[in-house]
């Protein structure tokens, strides 16, 4: 394994990380979590991302079990907060409320002290920046959090978030975790310029495009049970990517992949990573052999002739748009 700074800051993460949306507490029972946890850790991962929403909660307890007994000092746990948790106006969003609440339920749901990095899940258009900022500071200087950072927001909400956090004198934001692929690089125009001159790292998500990227759907096909796009949950999430045009040229990537020794999935991962702003690749698994599959990517370099091949083959279903980052305008 490999490690970066996680922006500018002090602490180190896995260049690979384990996240478990869709698949713990929900997708994959809890003995096949277990098993992707410690291929994870055998594979040297030490970065693990979660969020009190996923499997309603769930997820986050799995992993407090699953990483139960594996010292402490050798994990970075990463959770987040803003979709609802409960019923209630104040289950979700940012207010000092909320967030105070829920890193409670998070660490308790974790069986640990403190959090690594906590992350505002989405930008809340119902809470003043500064009500947020302050309230993470606050968890900062209770040792409750030890970093903050944001996900999907977009580069004009970092900016104002890094200027307030100068002014009051507020730990400032470390990373963003936007959603970042071969076929999703909407960060590029605007967020990754500013995070490289703030010392803001990108935390990617759904690197494999959750799972397309594998060439495991084949166009005019069926699924292949068991896979996400076959999954209650899941095969909305995947949706927008299940199309033949998508498919087909996805198909072609894999000569690509063939001829540097590389499986598909490791083409993906390593892709993303040629990114200096991007601080670690958040990989998601459903069975151990896959993140031994994954890490594998650690590492790998991809010359320029490589990556404008790849460029070449996906041609327009590359998404660039810096408009598609948003959240909700009112809480979820
Ligand atoms: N901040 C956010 O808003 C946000 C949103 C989404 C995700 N995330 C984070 O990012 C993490 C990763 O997201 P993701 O799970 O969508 O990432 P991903 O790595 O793009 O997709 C993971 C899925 O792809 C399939 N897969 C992975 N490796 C494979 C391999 N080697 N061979 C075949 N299939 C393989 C598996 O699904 P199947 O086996 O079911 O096909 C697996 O569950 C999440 O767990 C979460 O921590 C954050």
């Not at 495009?209 to 759907?217: H, I, N, P």
């Not at 095969?235 to 199309?243: G, L």
């Amino acid at each position: 394994m490999e490690f970066r700074h996680l922006g500018r800051s002090g602490l180190k993460v896995s260049e690979i990380s384990y996240g478990n949306w869709l698949t713990h507490g929900s997708q994959v029972e809890e003995d096949a979590a277990k098993l992707c946890v410690q291929a994870a850790l055998d594979e040297g991962i030490t970065t693990f991302d979660t969020a009190d929403v996923y499997a309603g909660t769930k997820a986050e307890e799995v992993l407090g079990r699953a990483l139960k007994g594996v010292r402490r000092e050798s994990l970075e746990i990463f959770t987040k907060v803003y979709w609802p948790t409960g019923p209630g106006q104040n289950d979700r969003g940012l207010s000092r409320k909320h967030v105070t609440e829920s890193i409670n339920n998070s660490l308790r749901r974790l069986q640990t002290d403190y959090v690594d990095l906590y992350q505002a899940h989405r930008f809340d258009n119902e809470t003043p920046l500064e009500e947020t900022l302050k309230t993470f500071d606050d968890l900062v200087r209770q040792g409750k959090v030890l970093y903050v950072g944001v996900s999907e927001w977009t580069a004009d909400q970092i900016a104002r978030a890094l200027k307030i956090a100068d002014e009051m004198g507020f730990d400032r934001i470390v990373s963003n975790q936007p959603q970042y692929s071969m076929l999703w690089r909407v960060i590029e125009a605007e967020i990754v310029p500013l995070s490289e001159r703030e010392g803001v790292g990108q935390i990617v998500w759904s690197p494999i495009a959750q799972g397309v990227l594998t060439g495991k759907y084949l166009p005019g096909q069926q699924p292949p049970q068991g896979s996400r796009a076959t999954d209650a949950s899941g095969s909305a999430m995947i949706a927008r990517y299940m199309n033949d045009d998508v498919l087909a040229r996805v198909q072609e990537l894999k000569p690509i992949a063939a001829d540097l020794g590389l499986t598909m999935a490791q083409l993906a991962v390593a892709w993303v990573l040629q990114n200096p702003n991007v601080s670690s690749a958040i990989v998601g698994a459903t069975r151990p052999e896959q993140v031994r599959d994954n890490v594998k990517a650690a590492g790998v370099k991809l010359e320029d002739e490589v990556l404008k091949r790849i460029d070449d083959v996906l041609g327009t279903v590359v998404e660039r748009d810096p408009a598609k980052t948003v959240s909700p305008s009112t809480r979820p």
